[in-house]
T-cell receptor
Framework: QVHLQESGPGLVKPSETLSLTCTVS????????WTWIRQSPGKGLEWIGY???????NYNPSLESRVTISIDTSKNQFSLKLTSVTAADTAVYYC???????????????WGQGTMITVSS | EIVLTQSPATLSLSPGERATLSCRAS??????LAWYQQKPGQAPRLLIY???NRATGIPARFSGSGSGTDFTLTISSLEPEDFAVYYC?????????FGPGTKVDIK
């Protein structure tokens, strides 16, 4: 059974870069679009973007100028970088896997437990 | 961007009652709508995908219907573990978007 686990710093200072990693266990990364989603009290659930196992990406236009998602299939990990963070980026960040292979636009049936990121000096 | 609105914001019901939750899409999400359940401190759990398909392991009391701009999640008889927040999500267009949620609480 596939399991996802986020890891990251918990606290990030304003204007700095948020970096998170999602480790995938119990299955292959091949043929799936690995996705980041965040949840904040102010904006609810927000799709950040995905990376395909081959490396192609697609980002939410609202974040596109600040987001980079990368993948390391040899380590079974994918990562999120969000630059120039502000308090508005404070949220629980989830990594997730779509229900279907080969679909980037899908529902998500496997989620990590989520990691709370606070942006504060 | 497809905007999803959910109603009501809160639904107060008793165990055993029927719950009917609404999700409206603007513009159309065709049949590409999913429903999730979320409990405090947990990640969302997929219940229904593509309007009416139950995800693996989801009890038959959960059902989805609708198309285009109007969708419904029905819980036929509420169990104690069903009191939670429910979200809809569309996959018809990028960016993928979620509704603001409906909280089902105990009356």
């Amino acid at each position: 059974q596939v399991h996802l686990q986020e890891s990251g710093p918990g606290l990030v200072k304003p204007s700095e870069t948020l970096s998170l990693t999602c480790t995938v266990s119990g299955g292959s990364m091949a043929t799936y679009y690995w996705t980041w989603i965040r949840q904040s009290p102010g904006k609810g659930l927000e799709w950040i973007g995905y990376i395909y196992y081959s490396g192609s990406t697609n980002y939410n236009p609202s974040l596109e100028s600040r987001v980079t998602i990368s993948i390391d299939t040899s380590k079974n990990q994918f990562s999120l970088k969000l630059t120039s963070v502000t308090a508005a980026d404070t949220a629980v960040y989830y990594c997730a896997r779509p229900h279907s292979q080969w679909l980037g636009n899908d529902a998500f049936d496997i989620w990590g437990q989520g990691t709370m990121i606070t942006v504060s000096s | 961007e497809i905007v999803l609105t959910q109603s009501p914001a809160t639904l107060s019901l008793s165990p055993g009652e029927r719950a009917t939750l609404s999700c409206r899409a603007s513009p159309s999400a065709y049949s590409y709508l999913a429903w999730y359940q979320q409990k405090p401190g947990q990640a969302p759990r997929l219940l229904i995908y593509d309007t009416s398909n139950r995800a693996t392991g989801i009890p038959a009391r959960f059902s989805g219907s609708g198309s285009g701009t109007d969708f419904t999640l029905t819980i036929s008889s509420l169990e104690p573990e069903d009191f939670a927040v429910y979200y809809c999500q569309q996959r018809a267009n990028y960016p993928l978007t979620f509704g603001p949620g409906t909280k089902v609480d105990i009356k």
